[in-house]
């Protein structure tokens, strides 16, 4: 425990002194809404946070040293008892598997979670999974357990990270499933995200939430996600990509590029998504949210490019399901087909807002790669969202 509590120590330090919240001016990154837009049509949570599905938990190991090592690992709890004595319905859905995902034949199988969802880097599946494996073995209850299933998923964040020196251990995995609590979820250039870029800018961990209204069930779904890819960022419709000059395969329209290479690899990557609701919901309809998560994704310029590896995995908190099971049968409450529409609405406004927050509020990096890579500059942002505002703007 000591152990464990020197590590937990150590990633506060790296995260709040060694990669601040603040721009090159020393200001505060601001989330999407800071900035005066809200995607989509449906309200978000009190916390805008995958964390606003009660119970639900979230936790970073962000790992700076030196100036190769910059990658991380985030680990989403669905409650905080026994997940393997207490599983929760769930679902995954590859969009296009171009990645590492571990344990996902089982969840689609069976339809359940039974551990902690951690995120890290390609080349720390296996040392996520082991440790996954020894910490779900290790909580009380579950001395005769003989099979787990660890969830892991993954991005490449070979660009900024010295990923062939595999920083990540056991130890900081079972840090950021130990550290994992309600509340705000830190955000951008941390945990799993502290390495990653998308849209040729620094990209990380980013979260949002819809809250539905009373008429249409009052649940709430929760996205969280690693972002790591290309294409052409849009933001509520303002063309920001095109206004930057930072586009998919921009080297090639100007003539300097096969038009089939991406420049500098910048389009490939990944995003990992994580789905959480409270809605009584069948594994199933959690693996419809899943597919329709992809749309959020697409909403903010992804294209899914050949190398992206884009995965969800979605899960509710209601109806757990006992290992030990009191009886052949169970009953349980679970919402018609009919009545899930609302919470694929939700799903895709989510993600396109976590994706969002990821960019806004991820800060200037600098690995071990010849450059760094920079955060999203705010102020061509502002001024679009001002000629918006005016009527001037381009918004098509």
Request: aromatic share 4%; charged share 20%; proline share 6%.
């Amino acid at each position: 425990m000591l152990k464990r509590l020197v590590v937990l120590l150590t990633v506060l330090v790296g995260s709040s002194i060694l990669l601040p919240d603040l721009d090159a001016h020393g200001d505060a990154r601001p989330r999407l809404r800071q900035l005066g837009i809200a995607t989509g049509v449906l309200q978000p949570g009190p916390l805008n946070a995958i964390t606003d599905v009660r119970g639900v938990r979230v936790g970073h190991t962000t790992l700076v040293v030196g100036e190769a090592v910059r990658t991380g690992v985030t680990a989403i709890l669905p409650h905080g008892g026994n997940l393997f004595q207490e599983k929760v319905p769930a679902a995954v859905f590859a969009a296009n598997a171009f990645g590492k995902a571990a344990g996902f034949l089982q969840v689609k199988e069976l339809g359940t979670l039974e551990t902690p969802i951690v995120l890290t880097n390609t080349l720390c599946v296996g040392t996520a999974m082991q440790a996954v494996v020894d910490w779900t073995l290790a909580q009380p209850g579950n001395e005769a357990v003989r099979s787990v299933n660890a969830v892991v998923g993954e991005t490449n964040d070979g660009y900024l990270n010295d990923i062939r020196h595999c920083a990540v251990t056991a130890e900081h995995v079972a840090a950021a499933i130990e550290g994992a609590a309600t509340g705000p979820v830190e955000e951008g250039s941390v945990g799993a995200g502290t390495g990653t870029s998308a849209f040729g800018w620094k990209g990380g961990i980013g979260t949002s939430s819809r809250a539905l209204p009373e008429t249409l069930g009052g649940y709430t779904v929760g996205a969280l996600v690693q972002s790591n890819f290309g294409g052409v960022l849009t933001i509520d419709g303002l063309r920001v990509g095109e206004r930057v000059g930072r586009i998919a395969f921009q080297d090639a329209w100007r003539g300097g590029r096969d038009a089939l290479t991406p420049p500098g690899g910048e389009d490939d990557g990944s995003c990992m998504i994580v789905l959480a609701t409270d809605a009584p919901v069948s594994p199933h309809h959690l693996e419809r949210m899943a597919r329709r998560a992809v749309m959020g994704l697409a909403r903010t310029g992804s294209f899914m490019h050949h190398g992206s590896g884009d995965f969800v995995v979605a899960f509710s908190t209601r109806n757990p399901e006992p290992y030990r099971k009191p009886a052949p049968t169970a009953t349980v409450e679970l919402l018609y087909g009919d009545s899930v529409s609302p919470l694929f609405l939700a799903t895709v406004e989510a993600v396109e807002e976590a994706v969002l927050n990821s960019l806004l509020r991820a800060t200037t990096v600098k690995g071990h790669g010849p450059h760094p890579v920079e955060a999203l500059p705010l102020e061509p942002l502002r001024q679009m969202i001002e000629e918006r505002r005016k009527g001037s703007g381009r918004e098509s």
